[in-house]
């Protein structure tokens, strides 16, 4: 907005000089009021509000303010008390006619100090600044800093640090722009506390010289480095783009600036230049100067003459000639607002009634102006905040959205969808859980926003994001429930150690262990939510290592005794955890006799333990067995299996208890290699990987496509010959 007016607001009947307050306001108990101040039918296609009466007169709107379909105003009404802040909603495109009135705060700028007389407080006149998120900023009569409230977001105040004159020069999102007149300083604020800087816990963001400026996004444009140039700081990364010529071969340094998604409005008022930047195609759109003031999405709205407001409608961008026309007529206009964010024009006529004044000016498309979302998701047993969160604010409104989340595979794993809104900005969480109560994989999900714009045309990808879920759902070789797969290692003396790839030492677990026990990292079998350990030992004993959720284990003299759930196991030379083959959710065991090269199911079960073995196939002598997990992304687990020959075969489960025909994966391959082990996801994509280690004692990780096969063989680590086994 502009610099040049650097007057201080002062209260209209003293001369008292107002301190730094600005707030954006939140609901905190929204009450409707009667219908009667339900909008009036108009002739012209305009809404007209009467805000109520104060008095026995019409009650007067002191301040209006317009954006992303909500109408805020602040005055007297009946039956509060003492100047309140109201708020309308209008439909999310076309329409005008506004909900119910809402009252949003009451003793509204009558906080100051004012000792024995009100007076400056009942007088005071801030200008509202929509944010487009369903709340005002506004300098408030206090010396608290800036404020800003209203919606769903909390109520928001900076205390900047100063306690000069300070004066709001533009405001929009999070960001608030404060001019201290005092200290020549321009005072950039975040409403968002977690963007303040680590400096000031004031929520300072950025400090410069006063100039014109005005915030979109995290872009702050200003006046560039030579005349006739502008250029944008991004206020979360701290860099400055390259000037924008806007202006060639004149001396005009904008002393206004106004920023709306693709256009830029710039004015000299001194050289009596002005004109529009289009940044979709980089070109200008020259306009009369000192006529317009207010832009909107496409358009240019002037200061009333005699009563007249008019529209410049350059929504076609760069090299298409502008159209003009009158948007209203009446004999006294006094308050009047754009809404930047989509929307429409409204303004206060003689009779004090708020008119809004439908623009009919093509919008442009919707986006995500900035997004705040949950990045990790902990469902684990006592976590402060197991619920995940989004806050987007758009463009314009949405008449309704639709949030997917995805596991790695790209299987949806929720679907949530909603019209709720807040102005231009939208809100939604999620409990972690699939469509059918479920909780949802304990690995990365990927989202996707999409809304539809109301206007007949397409639905809109808008943003998108991941979130890593930790504490879900069980998913191959996760034990401490992080969404990585863990890998484990057995020393000579029985030292085991656990694995996270990029780890080449490990972190050593537990020692004591008989260095013949055969691990078997296999999933939670006894229903506590955490993966568990079976042990066979050389005696032909199966037990289970009841898992703590954090990937370690301790042999039986350091811990509780292990559970036994079998015996006889020696009679199986492989012993393998594909997942779940059952589709029950819980993991199951594969086992292959030695005598006959059968291969058995043995199913888990409720109570803990497995059932009786049945029988999925013959002839699998001569096979390396590996566990692979959901490989092929069906939901089902899998076995790998390379015969005598170096063919790597996978065997993709159906989720009944038996396995599909094989499928090549590799031909003559693994020569070399002494261990192989279907480790889970170790790279971080939710898809499993494949590790091995040849016989020089080289780690080798195969990386998982998500679609039944892996990637070249990539050493990431030697040294591992030490190791007396890998699992």
């Given at each position: 907005?502009?610099a040049?007016?650097?007057?201080?607001?002062?209260?209209?009947?003293?001369?008292?000089?107002?301190?730094?307050?600005?707030?954006?306001?939140?609901?905190?108990?929204?009450?409707?009021?009667?219908?009667?101040?339900?909008?009036?039918?108009?002739?012209?296609?305009?809404?007209?509000?009467?805000?109520?009466?104060?008095?026995?007169?019409t009650?007067?709107?002191?301040?209006?303010?317009?954006?992303?379909?909500?109408?805020?105003?602040?005055?007297?009404?009946?039956?509060?008390?003492?100047?309140?802040l109201?708020?309308y909603?209008?439909?999310?495109?076309?329409?005008?006619?506004?909900?119910?009135?809402?009252?949003?705060?009451?003793?509204?700028?009558?906080?100051?100090p004012?000792?024995?007389?009100?007076?400056?407080c009942?007088?005071?006149?801030?200008?509202?600044?929509?944010?487009?998120d369903?709340?005002?900023?506004?300098?408030?009569?206090?010396?608290g800093?800036?404020?800003?409230s209203?919606?769903?977001?909390p109520?928001?105040?900076?205390?900047?640090?100063?306690?000069?004159?300070?004066?709001?020069?533009?405001?929009?999102?999070?960001?608030?722009?404060?001019?201290?007149?005092?200290?020549?300083?321009?005072?950039?604020?975040?409403?968002?506390?977690?963007?303040?800087?680590?400096?000031?816990?004031?929520?300072?963001?950025?400090?410069?010289?006063?100039?014109?400026?005005?915030?979109?996004?995290?872009?702050?444009?200003?006046?560039?480095?030579?005349?006739?140039?502008?250029?944008?700081?991004?206020?979360?990364?701290?860099?400055?783009?390259?000037?924008?010529?806007?202006?060639?071969?004149?001396?005009?340094?904008?002393?206004?600036?106004?920023?709306?998604?693709?256009?830029?409005?710039?004015?000299?008022?001194?050289?009596?230049r002005?004109?529009?930047?289009?940044?979709?195609?980089?070109?200008?759109?020259?306009?009369?100067?000192k006529?317009?003031?207010?832009?909107?999405?496409?358009?240019?709205?002037?200061?009333?003459?005699?009563?007249?407001?008019?529209?410049?409608?350059?929504?076609?961008?760069?090299?298409?000639?502008?159209?003009?026309?009158?948007?209203?007529?009446?004999?006294?206009?006094?308050?009047?607002?754009?809404?930047?964010?989509?929307?429409?024009?409204?303004?206060?006529?003689?009779?004090?009634r708020?008119?809004?004044?439908?623009?009919?000016?093509e919008?442009?498309?919707?986006?995500?102006?900035?997004?705040?979302?949950?990045?990790?998701?902990?469902?684990?047993?006592?976590?402060k905040?197991?619920?995940?969160?989004?806050?987007w604010r758009?463009?314009?409104?949405?008449?309704?959205?639709?949030?997917?989340?995805?596991?790695?595979?790209?299987?949806?794993?929720?679907?949530?969808?909603?019209?709720?809104?807040?102005?231009?900005?939208?809100?939604?969480?999620?409990?972690?859980?699939?469509?059918?109560?479920?909780?949802?994989?304990?690995?990365?999900?990927?989202?996707?926003?999409?809304?539809?714009p109301?206007?007949?045309?397409?639905?809109?990808?808008?943003?998108?994001?991941?979130?890593?879920?930790?504490?879900?759902?069980?998913?191959?070789?996760?034990?401490?429930?992080?969404?990585?797969?863990?890998?484990?290692?057995?020393?000579?003396?029985?030292?085991?150690?656990?694995?996270?790839?990029g780890?080449?030492?490990?972190?050593?677990?537990?020692?004591?262990?008989?260095?013949?026990?055969?691990?078997?990292?296999?999933?939670?079998?006894?229903?506590?939510?955490c993966?568990?350990?079976?042990?066979?030992?050389?005696?032909?004993?199966?037990?289970?290592?009841?898992?703590?959720?954090d990937?370690?284990?301790t042999?039986?003299?350091?811990?509780?005794?292990?559970?036994?759930?079998?015996?006889?196991?020696?009679?199986?030379?492989?012993?393998?955890?594909?997942?779940?083959?059952?589709?029950?959710?819980?993991?199951?065991?594969?086992?292959?006799?030695?005598?006959?090269?059968?291969?058995?199911?043995?199913?888990?079960?409720?109570?803990?333990?497995?059932?009786?073995?049945?029988?999925?196939?013959t002839?699998?002598?001569?096979?390396?067995?590996?566990?692979?997990?959901?490989?092929?992304?069906?939901?089902?687990?899998?076995?790998?299996?390379?015969?005598?020959?170096?063919?790597?075969?996978?065997?993709?489960?159906?989720?009944?208890?038996?396995?599909?025909?094989?499928?090549?994966?590799?031909?003559?391959?693994?020569?070399?290699?002494?261990?192989?082990?279907?480790?889970?996801?170790?790279?971080?994509?939710?898809?499993?990987?494949?590790?091995?280690?040849?016989?020089?004692?080289?780690?080798?990780?195969?990386?998982?496509?998500?679609?039944?096969?892996?990637?070249?063989?990539?050493?990431?680590?030697?040294?591992?010959?030490?190791?007396?086994?890998?699992?």
């Open positions: 907005m502009t040049r007016k650097e007057t201080s607001r002062r209260k209209r009947r003293t001369g008292w000089i107002l301190g730094p307050a600005v707030t954006a306001l939140a609901v905190t108990g929204l009450a409707p009021v009667p219908a009667a101040t339900a909008a009036e039918p108009s002739p012209s296609g305009e809404a007209v509000i009467t805000l109520g009466t104060y008095g026995g007169r009650a007067k709107p002191e301040q209006i303010a317009l954006g992303g379909g909500r109408l805020t105003v602040a005055g007297w009404a009946e039956p509060v008390e003492g100047r309140a109201y708020e909603d209008l439909p999310a495109h076309g329409g005008v006619e506004p909900g119910p009135r809402r009252l949003v705060q009451t003793n509204f700028w009558m906080n100051y004012c000792g024995d007389s009100h007076e400056m009942n007088d005071f006149d801030s200008r509202l600044w929509a944010l487009g369903g709340r005002v900023a506004y300098h408030a009569p206090d010396r800093g800036p404020h800003a209203g919606g769903q977001v109520s928001s105040r900076l205390s900047l640090g100063h306690w000069g004159p300070d004066l709001v020069a533009d405001a929009a999102g999070q960001y608030v722009v404060v001019n201290n007149l005092e200290e020549r300083r321009q005072l950039i604020g975040s409403f968002d506390a977690e963007d303040a800087s680590q400096e000031s816990q004031d929520g300072l963001v950025h400090s410069r010289p006063i100039t014109a400026s005005s915030v979109w996004g995290d872009s702050l444009w200003q006046p560039g480095t030579a005349a006739g140039t502008v250029s944008a700081y991004d206020l979360r990364t701290r860099t400055t783009t390259p000037d924008i010529d806007v202006d060639p071969g004149s001396n005009c340094v904008p002393d206004s600036l106004q920023a709306v998604g693709r256009w830029l409005f710039w004015q000299c008022d001194e050289e009596a002005a004109g529009v930047w289009d940044h979709r195609k980089a070109a200008g759109i020259p306009v009369e100067a006529r317009w003031s207010r832009l909107g999405d496409g358009f240019l709205v002037g200061d009333p003459t005699e009563g007249e407001l008019r529209l410049l409608d350059f929504h076609r961008g760069a090299g298409e000639t502008p159209s003009e026309r009158v948007l209203a007529q009446r004999p006294a206009i006094s308050q009047w607002t754009v809404d930047k964010y989509g929307g429409h024009v409204a303004y206060v006529d003689e009779e004090s708020i008119r809004i004044v439908p623009v009919d000016v919008r442009s498309p919707v986006t995500a102006i900035d997004a705040r979302t949950t990045t990790t998701l902990d469902l684990r047993p006592g976590a905040t197991p619920v995940w969160s989004g806050h758009l463009s314009r409104p949405a008449a309704a959205w639709t949030l997917i989340f995805r596991d790695g595979h790209g299987n949806v794993a929720r679907k949530l969808t909603g019209t709720a809104r807040d102005g231009a900005a939208i809100r939604a969480t999620w409990d972690g859980r699939t469509a059918d109560g479920r909780l949802a994989a304990g690995r990365p999900h990927t989202w996707d926003l999409i809304v539809d109301g206007d007949g045309g397409p639905h809109q990808y808008v943003s998108k994001g991941t979130t890593r879920v930790v504490g879900g759902r069980s998913v191959h070789r996760d034990a401490d429930g992080d969404g990585l797969g863990e890998y484990y290692a057995m020393t000579a003396g029985g030292k085991l150690s656990v694995h996270h790839l780890t080449t030492t490990g972190t050593y677990v537990s020692q004591g262990w008989d260095p013949a026990t055969r691990f078997i990292p296999f999933g939670d079998i006894d229903g506590d939510g993966d568990d350990m079976l042990l066979k030992s050389a005696d032909g004993l199966l037990r289970r290592a009841t898992g703590k959720c990937g370690h284990y042999p039986v003299n350091h811990a509780t005794p292990h559970v036994q759930i079998g015996k006889g196991w020696n009679a199986f030379d492989a012993v393998v955890a594909p997942g779940d083959l059952t589709g029950d959710g819980r993991p199951d065991l594969l086992a292959r006799q030695t005598t006959t090269g059968y291969l058995f199911l043995y199913r888990s079960n409720a109570s803990g333990t497995l059932d009786a073995a049945v029988r999925v196939g002839g699998w002598k001569g096979y390396r067995l590996i566990g692979a997990g959901d490989i092929d992304g069906d939901g089902n687990g899998d076995l790998l299996a390379r015969d005598g020959s170096g063919e790597l075969w996978r065997y993709s489960g159906t989720g009944t208890g038996t396995l599909k025909p094989r499928v090549l994966v590799f031909r003559d391959w693994g020569a070399g290699r002494t261990d192989l082990i279907g480790v889970g996801d170790v790279t971080g994509d939710s898809l499993p990987d494949l590790l091995s280690r040849d016989s020089s004692g080289k780690l080798l990780r195969n990386k998982g496509n998500g679609k039944g096969s892996f990637g070249a063989t990539v050493t990431i680590s030697t040294g591992w010959q030490n190791y007396r086994g890998l699992y």
